[in-house]
């Protein structure tokens, strides 16, 4: 064997046993690393801000269970004078409660679904207002300060019916969206004819008698909205205003006569009004792209000739059906926590969503949170001037709610 040969041999032995004492000094022969004795961290002190990564629930000039207003917003945690303090909302009826509404002369009304019968809460009493049975109702409409509605139903038919006298009068089939005058004796309507030209704004008395055609409508029924005002000035709002460019629409009052009333401007789409207890304002919601296509509250004059004065945003995220005036100048509204993008067109994007209960000022702008003690999402609310009580009902639960100021 050649010297060569041996030495490269040698050299390859020289090489794995050096190999071999770099593995056990890795896998075997490594020192287990050193143990860290655990610190306690150092204690918080007192009205000084905690570092990074801790916090505290307490902390100088924050008392305990404050909460912080949102932006845009003055809560008050305290009750000033004329604003009222809040008992823990209650059920006062467990029913399956849908087309409330307060009359306006005492008493609470709703129709239930589950037996086709309709109620009165009266002194936390629940009486029946007839034994008639009106199965599959689609639709009530109430009369303001009388017990007497129209009742619709899936077949299209429609009649009012009269608790006070129980008497039952049938409406023309073509006949939609109705209205009850101030003082409950006339009803306001849409008669949507086959052919435009018999498409109209009518009334008539609240024993079917007495009709009368107040406006043509033509192809633009889908753009009136019937809603009497509770001056009587106005019968219906109108979309068919002078185009103003994009997001802004003029809105038109309709009255009894053919008046030619100031118009209302208001800014997005999706109007929705609500009257104030005399029709002296009007509170609306409209969304646009400025509010993310969200609903937004705005209040206006709306009586004789100041209609569209003193306009204002109440830079309130909630829809104008969600709230109750109190007076002319108080309201009560029930505002999403939050609400998903676009919820001002499509509303049921927003639904189950928990609501906060707000008292307004519109003198002052002044919003005071009223605590509901629970999660609710509010329909259908009024007030009671002389319980000094709202009443509402739940989309998500069944039964009526009282709210004591």
Not at 116 to 131: A, C, H
Not at 381 to 391: E, G, P, T, V
Request: aromatic share 10%.
């Amino acid at each position: 064997m050649s010297v060569k040969k041996i030495f490269l041999i040698v050299l390859l032995l020289l090489v794995a046993v050096l190999i071999g004492i770099g593995l056990y000094k890795m896998f075997i022969g490594a020192k287990p690393a050193a143990k860290i004795p655990y610190q306690p961290p150092a204690p918080i002190t007192p009205g000084v801000l905690p570092p990074s990564g801790a916090r505290t629930t307490t902390g100088a000039g924050v008392p305990a269970g404050a909460i912080l207003p949102s932006a845009g917003f003055m809560v008050q945690t305290s009750t000033p004078a004329g604003f009222y303090k809040a008992e823990p909302v209650t059920q006062i009826s467990a029913d399956y409660a849908v087309y409330p509404s307060l009359n306006q002369t005492g008493g609470f009304r709703y129709y239930n679904a589950a037996d086709g019968k309709f109620y009165d809460i009266r002194n936390g009493k629940i009486t029946p207002l007839s034994d008639q049975v009106f199965y599959n109702a689609s639709n009530v409409t109430w009369a303001k300060n009388r017990d007497i509605v129209v009742i619709e139903y899936p077949d299209q038919s429609k009649i009012i019916y009269n608790f006070e006298t129980e008497k039952q009068v049938t409406l023309p089939k073509h006949w939609s969206e109705f209205s009850f005058s101030p003082e409950g004796k006339e009803i306001a309507a849409k008669s949507i004819g086959l052919a435009p030209e018999n498409r109209w704004l009518v009334t008539t008395r609240d024993d079917g008698t007495g009709t009368k055609t107040i406006e043509p409508m033509g192809n633009n029924a889908d753009r009136v909205l019937v809603d009497w005002s509770p001056s009587r000035q106005a019968v219906a709002f109108s979309r068919t205003g002078e185009p103003l460019g994009a997001e802004r629409q003029e809105i038109l009052l309709v009255g009894l006569n053919g008046e030619n009333f100031k118009s209302l401007v208001v800014e997005g789409e999706n109007f929705l009004p609500k009257w104030s207890t005399t029709g002296k304002k009007l509170l609306y919601s409209v969304d646009s792209s400025r509010t993310d296509f969200n609903p937004e509250l705005w209040i206006s004059d709306a009586y004789g000739d100041r209609i569209g004065d003193n306009r204002q945003t109440l830079k309130l995220n909630t829809w104008a059906d969600k709230c109750a005036f109190a007076s002319d100048d108080a309201l009560y509204c029930a505002v999403p926590k939050e609400l998903p993008q676009g919820a001002g067109m499509a509303r049921d994007i927003a639904n189950g969503l928990a609501d906060e209960l707000y008292k307004i000022d519109l003198r002052t702008g002044l919003k005071t949170v009223v605590p509901l003690g629970g999660d609710y999402n509010i329909t259908n609310i009024s007030f009671d001037a002389a319980k000094s009580a709202l009443y509402f009902t739940d989309l998500n639960k069944s039964g009526v709610f009282e709210s004591k100021l």
